[in-house]
Structures are given as C-alpha cells and as structure tokens.
C-alpha cells in the first residue's frame, strides 16, 4: 500500500480496479484548509488522462507493471506473434492491443510487452527505428530545400512526411511517438 503523498511521477497504482500512473504531482498547502496532493494520471490500458486531487493521507494499492523485452516475429491475420527473448516462449498479440506507432515495427525487431497480472494492455516499440523507402516521388536535381515534405512508404507500409530530395532506396530514421522524419540513417 502507498499513500496519495508517496506519489512520484511515473508511479503506478490501482484505483477503482485501474491501473494509473502518475504524470504529474504537486503537493499544495493552502494558506487555509488541509494539505492536498493535486495529480495529473493516466490509465495505462485505456490512455485516458485525467486530473483530480487526493487526501495525501489517500491509500492505494501499489500496481506493479511487468515490461518484458520480446521480439516480433509475424503476423498472421489480426493475430501478432512476439517471442520473449529469455524463455523463447511465443505469444499472440491481438491488433487492438498494438499502438498506432508500432506500424514502424518490422519483423524481427524487439519492442517492450506492458502486462498487468498476466494480461497484455500495449506495445511499445523502440523509440528510433531506420527503415528504408520503398515508395515516393523522384527528387528533382539541385531541389533541396528542407522544409517541403512529400510522402514515403516505408518498407513496414506506413506513410511518412519526408524532405523532397530524398530517394526511394534511401534509409531514413523516424521517432516512433510522433511518425517524424528525423534524418538520413548514417549508415
């Protein structure tokens, strides 16, 4: 058990049978009235972010999230197949489950599973990924000015925004939470 005033940002703790997780906290002590703990959280299966305030003398029970390294291996219809990569165990994902930014995610890659006693709520794949391009519009010579952006499929099949001088065939480095170009991969 843990108090609303042991709270830290990314704390997680059951409340009304969800999980939440601290995003922010700020203790405030009013001139007048008793202390309270103001706390902004969001439910870690649906996303939902809500703000309320809390007796600090409030008790929750502590939720202990499980992330695991695991590998996607395929997908077979809306069915995604991970492998943990300590038991070699194999486990089905559902499409539902997986976030919007795991269309970045190719086979073979490993991403972290969230799970709440046993049960799997999210996906999260690694922050950067370089992927190559598969499809876009020819650059033209000499046009290489930055800021128009034109879309590229990339080899996952998702659409990205990228500069106009870049190449089909060119590898590319995108941040996985915001579906952004970030650069040339080095390689």
């Given at each position: 058990m843990m108090t609303a005033g042991e709270f830290r940002n990314g704390v997680t703790f059951e409340m009304d049978g969800q999980v939440q997780q601290v995003i922010e906290f700020q203790h405030v002590k009013p001139g007048k009235g008793a202390a309270f703990v103001r706390v902004k959280m969001k439910n870690v299966v649906t996303g939902a972010v809500t703000e309320t305030s809390f007796n600090p003398t409030a008790k929750f029970e502590e939720a202990f999230v499980e992330r695991r390294e695991m590998q996607y291996l395929y997908n077979e219809g809306d069915l995604y197949?991970?492998?943990?990569?300590?038991?070699?165990?194999?486990?089905?994902?559902?499409?539902d489950t997986l976030g919007d930014d795991f269309r970045f995610v190719k086979e073979n890659e490993n991403v972290k599973v969230l799970s709440y006693k046993g049960s799997v709520f999210a996906v999260e794949p690694p922050l950067f990924v370089e992927l190559e391009i598969t499809e876009t519009e020819p650059g033209v010579k000499g046009n290489t000015a930055t800021n128009v952006l034109k879309p590229a499929t990339v080899e996952t099949g998702a659409v990205v925004k990228v500069p106009i001088f870049i190449e089909q065939g060119e590898r590319i480095?995108?941040?996985?939470?915001?579906g952004e170009y970030l650069g040339r991969s080095k390689k």
């Open positions: 197949y991970f492998m943990d990569n300590e038991t070699y165990e194999q486990i089905p994902i559902s499409k480095q995108i941040d996985t939470r915001t």
